[in-house]
């Protein structure tokens, strides 16, 4: 059993964790919200240490993260668990396991093989995906280290909970991040995932303070965050942190339980790009919809298409050292 990073003992075998922002107060034998972390005798333990659920290389379009080395492949890894209990999830039967069937499973795997499978499937990057990094901050934080120094790119694919203590210490081996900002009321956070908008709000100012790189994603549900009033703050928020920031608007199905909202029509989608532009970003994508055109990166100052592409694939990259063919501009993000 690992004990975890990130906690306090308060007297009274009681602890206090500090990973994410929901700081449990969990008693002896009790676990946390993310039912991953457990108060064994007043030492808090993670559960998941070495428990790899799931394994793959996946495009990087997939994560989605658009401007951090296009056309390359990420090692995709999961444990079980989550810290947030969303009720679309689209992975639910991996991230709420220890809370819908009260179990963890993961194939011992050591941080080394996680590294070695990487090199083999020549992969650029490693994501910690699937489900909530955070919640196996212990292993990630392994794994990124020794990744890091075989010159391997580490990224989260997050709900964007993290505290920024936690997000400190990972900081040197994190290159980038796509984090979720699900919607702009503090209602349907509390509703949807349980969770708090303002500390979202501040962890994402966090990343980007640190000076990782970031893309936003809001997936657009129909009659929940999906208004032109609630759009533009979403925009407007990004906007305040970066211009640079590339947002993913991406379309809703059904799912999990949450199975009785329609897909989302690819002209909202559309109007929450044109809201996202007006806004003053730089870069604004439209997911989930292969072939509609608002998968393709073009310059924002001249408009001519960069990086054309099929769903995850890319199918034409004009970008030349990092700027525009035509205007010369710098385009953001790295390796791009
Ligand atoms: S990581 Fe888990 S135990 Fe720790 S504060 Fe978050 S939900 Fe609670």
């Given at each position: 059993m690992k004990e975890a990073m990130f906690y306090e003992k308060l007297g009274d075998s009681k602890v206090k964790c500090n990973l994410c922002r929901h700081h449990c107060m969990i008693n002896e034998g009790k676990n946390g919200i993310c039912r991953v972390r457990q108060n064994r005798g007043g030492t808090l333990c993670s559960?998941?240490?070495?428990?790899?659920?799931s394994e793959n290389s996946d495009p990087i379009e997939k994560k989605p993260l658009f401007h951090f080395y296009p056309g390359s492949t990420a090692l995709s890894v999961a444990t079980a668990g989550c810290n947030f209990r969303c009720?679309?999830?689209?992975n639910y039967d991996i991230s709420q396991l220890p809370k819908d069937q009260d179990q963890i499973v993961g194939k011992d795997t050591a941080p080394e093989k996680i590294v070695e499978d990487t090199i083999h499937h020549h992969c650029k990057s490693i994501a910690y995906t699937y489900t909530e990094p955070t919640i196996f901050f212990e292993y990630a934080y392994e794994i990124a280290k020794i990744a890091s120094q075989k010159s391997i790119k580490n990224v989260f694919v997050t709900n964007g909970y993290i505290t920024r203590e936690a997000l400190a210490t990972i900081k040197p081996y994190l290159h980038a991040a796509n984090i979720d900002l699900k919607s702009f009321s503090g209602e349907t956070y509390k509703k949807i995932c349980g969770a708090r908008l303002e500390e979202v709000l501040d962890c994402i100012r966090s990343y980007k303070e640190m000076g990782i790189w970031i893309e936003i994603t809001t997936l657009v549900i129909p009659e929940m965050n999906d208004s032109a009033s609630e759009l533009r703050q979403i925009a407007e928020f990004i906007r305040s942190v970066g211009p640079e920031i590339p947002w993913h608007v991406s379309r809703f199905y059904p799912q999990y339980r949450l199975m009785e909202k329609p897909p989302t029509p690819v002209e909202t989608l559309r109007m929450a790009r044109d809201i996202g532009l007006e806004s003053g970003l730089r870069y604004v994508y439209e997911g989930n919809v292969p072939g509609e055109g608002g998968e393709n990166t073009y310059c924002y100052t001249c408009k001519t298409a960069l990086i054309k592409r099929y769903g995850y694939q890319i199918i034409e990259n004009n970008v030349v050292n990092a700027r525009c063919?035509?205007?010369?501009t710098a385009i953001d993000g790295a390796g791009i």
């Open positions: 559960l998941v240490y070495r428990k790899l659920i009720m679309n999830c689209q063919p035509s205007c010369d």
